[in-house]
């Protein structure tokens, strides 16, 4: 991601076969998503670095055939931000993705942000 921010910590994509359902760089989708939802709160936000702090918690569903259809992926994350105002924030929490229909044509995928601890300001 030339330009983009720093990240760290994040499994390369081809040792979690499982997050193939987010396509073949999940690192890059991640990022965009997050930095999408920060933006919708302050347009002026900069987002200078993530950090995976773990391996992400992945918990598939199988469907009565043993096909996963429903998959959540959760990342335990630090994110370096830059406010609006110019403050620096490091934000720790929890991204999560929630597919669901997997493979069918009704899949759909959400996420969602779930924060921990803000420091800075």
Do not use: K
Not at 18 to 34: A, E, F, I, Q, T
Not at 112 to 117: G, K, R, V, Y
């Amino acid at each position: 991601m030339t330009g983009g921010p720093e990240l760290y910590g994040f499994p390369p994509p081809e040792s979690v076969p499982d997050l193939r359902w987010l396509g073949p760089d999940y690192v890059s989708v991640l990022v965009h998503d997050l930095t999408r939802g920060l933006l919708r709160q302050d347009p002026r936000t900069s987002v200078m670095g993530v950090r995976c702090e773990g391996a992400p918690d992945l918990r598939p569903a199988v469907d009565h055939a043993g096909v996963i259809r429903a998959h959540d992926a959760c990342f335990p994350l630090q994110v370096y931000v830059q406010d609006g105002a110019g403050r620096l924030w490091m934000l720790r929490g929890r991204w999560t993705y929630a597919g669901r229909e997997l493979g069918t044509a009704a899949a759909s995928v959400q996420h969602f942000w779930q924060l921990i601890t803000a420091e800075g300001g």
